[in-house]
């Protein structure tokens, strides 16, 4: 049986459409009269749903029946009215396909894996506060990679800190069970969402239900002395006992698949090479000594704090520590063809600027590589003000982890709602982009992305009809004082990715490389006319690789605010007359509509 992850409907499916505002229920009715006629293909499709009796939730007619009545209303000059808001309000009157459930039986690898960057960070990557509140952000979001950096904090020996030792433990530990579900249902409450006690029962079988056991990858970046990465050791055993993978006994000889890693953890950590004998023992007496010494005083503490800090500039990862990296391990990138390259557990971490040397280096050798082993890749150190460089450039590489500054709403983080809404955080890639399955002889090759997978042609139209309970900008409070337009940009590949040219902004998020607008119109029900936006012959598309975002903005003096957004995949973008389900400027869910009639086609 193929294992697969399947989440819940999260759409309205209810029987009783909701109010609508009178341009929206205008054009509505124009198609409910054939004034507006829908497209064959949705037509059937409309067809297809009232015959179920899924419109008025009666049970289904006999098949004879429903053919019947299916042929005479097929042939009908009008559309129920009723019929075709329950279709309308269903997740079939959906812009955005529903993503199917994901086969969960490959190798980690052959996955694009929902990633941050600098987590803690509460705003820009300079001087902003840190926060456990930003980690709990992202993950109920989605996010299944999260960075914590680690520095000398408080020893444990020391008798003044105690207690303040064990209250860090203790509130680590009430966010563990929280950390591992994507995010909540609407309308789910803590209480809900109250696991039992880790740390007493040991167990990862009392994490929340239904979706939220895929595994999730904690990425660390240790600052800390050896005393203090044993004591790393020592809370994540204790506290994440049963969620942890347990250290190999033998050498990694392939990655295991999600499925496999439910209700898991994984540490990325920079690997260390077992130590001999003789170190080792210094180790075990180095931890005696500690526990031997937990009565002294904290002066005495501190002082040998301080000399750890100084012989520990740059920290070097203890072996306990590195052990905890079993699928993960973190190696230091030299080239694609050193013996760390074919190593099937190590991860790759490269900065946006190093990966694009790369790209232009070895282009195809760095897009073979990613089918079989796992890289990360992050932004640059001079992304002061928290922005992101585009997701997609390196998806399209192979790239499992891309990790993103959550901290600011830009391109980047559209981009990447595009690609994991509706999925528990892990996303098949595409056939081509895959590896070997388990078992199967790996390694690096020639053939690039250009010739992995078939590029079309793309033809894409967009008639924008009219917005319903649009939100406005952060900060703004004035519906009357609102002028919305429509943005729509098309992110495509771009022909320097597939020849190893150098790319037009090194891979920086910005907007889509084909975009129009629509014109403006008034107020938080706009009637934005039927306007078209088009993009006609663009090469180049991988539908799977490629995303259409919607933006809409206020027109106004100066910089246009943003009020309202969608990013959706091209391959889930559905034809037809269809709702664009709005997200605010922040991310979070709103009450927005956008209705929209889309003509796509791929040759």
């Given amino acids: 049986m193929v294992a697969s ?69 097929l042939q009908s000059p009008s559309i129920d009215i009723k019929d075709l808001l329950s279709y309308m309000t269903s997740p079939q009157g959906n812009a955005a396909i529903r993503l199917a459930a994901q086969d969960l039986s490959y190798p980690i690898s052959n996955y694009f894996i929902n990633s941050s960057h600098n987590t803690y960070l509460t705003g820009n990557q300079l001087y902003s506060e840190s926060s456990t509140d930003a980690y709990k952000n992202v993950l109920l979001r989605g996010c299944r990679c999260i960075e914590i950096d680690v520095w000398d904090g408080d020893t444990k020996s020391s008798s003044d800190n105690e207690e303040k030792w064990e209250e860090r433990k203790h509130r680590f530990q009430s966010h563990l069970h929280r950390s591992t579900s994507p995010r909540h249902s609407k309308g789910s409450s803590d209480k809900d969402h109250s696991p039992a006690d880790a740390s007493t029962t040991g167990e990862s079988s009392s994490l929340p239900t239904p979706w939220n056991d895929l595994p ?47 209700k898991k953890i994984l540490i990325k950590v920079k690997y260390a090479a077992p130590e001999k004998v003789a170190s080792r023992a210094t180790t075990t007496k180095g931890r005696m000594h500690r526990k031997k010494s937990a009565s002294s005083s904290s002066s005495d503490s501190d002082n040998q704090g301080s000399e750890d800090v100084k012989k520990n500039k740059k920290s070097s990862i203890i072996e306990p520590l590195s052990a905890l990296g079993v699928y993960t391990r973190s190696y230091h990138f030299k080239d694609l063809w050193s013996p760390e390259a074919s190593v099937p557990c190590h991860v790759f971490s490269l900065s946006e ?40 450039v390196f998806w399209r590489k192979g790239v499992q982890i891309v990790a993103l500054n959550w901290q600011k709403y830009d391109a980047g983080i559209m981009l990447n709602e595009g690609m994991f809404a509706d999925s528990a955080g892990w996303v098949l890639k595409p056939k081509e982009y895959r590896g070997q399955r388990q078992g199967q002889k790996t390694g690096v090759s020639d053939e690039s992305q250009a010739d992995a997978i078939a590029h079309k042609t793309l033809s894409l139209s967009i008639e924008i009809l009219a917005g319903q309970n649009l939100p406005l900008p952060i900060g703004d409070h004035k519906p009357l004082g609102f002028s919305p337009y429509v943005k729509c940009e098309v992110h495509v590949e771009k022909p320097e990715e597939r020849t190893g040219a150098a790319i037009e902004g090194d891979g920086k998020s910005k907007d889509g490389e084909y975009k129009q607008k ?30 259409v975002r919607f933006k809409i903005q206020d027109d106004e003096i100066g910089t246009d605010d943003l009020a309202a957004w969608a990013c959706i995949r091209l391959d889930r973008l559905r034809a ?8 605010n400027a922040v991310g979070d869910a709103s009450q927005g509509l956008l209705l929209v009639k889309v003509e796509k086609s791929l040759v």
């Fill in 353 to 392: 600027k190093k990966f694009m040397a790369v790209h232009e280096s070895h282009g195809p050798t760095l897009f073979s590589h990613n089918r079989n082993y796992l890289m990360r890749a992050f932004p640059s150190g001079t992304r002061v003000t928290s922005s992101n460089l585009d997701p997609s």
């Fill in 5 to 73: 992850y399947d989440l819940p409907d999260r759409s309205s499916t209810s029987a009783t459409p909701p109010p609508f505002s009178p341009h929206v229920l205008a054009y509505l009715e124009a198609i409910a009269s054939r004034k507006l006629p829908l497209p064959p293909e949705q037509l059937q499709e409309l067809r297809a749903y009232t015959s179920t009796g899924q419109s008025h939730g009666v049970p289904e007619a006999s098949s004879t029946a429903s053919h019947a009545s299916y042929s005479d209303t």
């Fill in 518 to 547: 629509s014109k403006t119109s008034r107020g938080v029900n706009p009637d934005f006319g039927g306007e078209t936006v088009t993009f006609s012959n663009v090469p180049g598309v991988v539908e799977e690789m490629s995303f």
């Fill in 216 to 262: 999730i990858i904690v990425s660390l970046e240790v600052h800390a002395g050896k005393d203090q990465q044993e004591i790393m050791v020592e809370i994540m055993e204790q506290i994440w006992k049963g969620f942890l993978v347990k250290p190999a006994t033998d050498e990694c000889e392939s990655l295991p698949s999600p499925g496999e890693l439910r």
């Fill in 576 to 583: 037809g007359f269809r709702f664009v389900r709005l997200l």
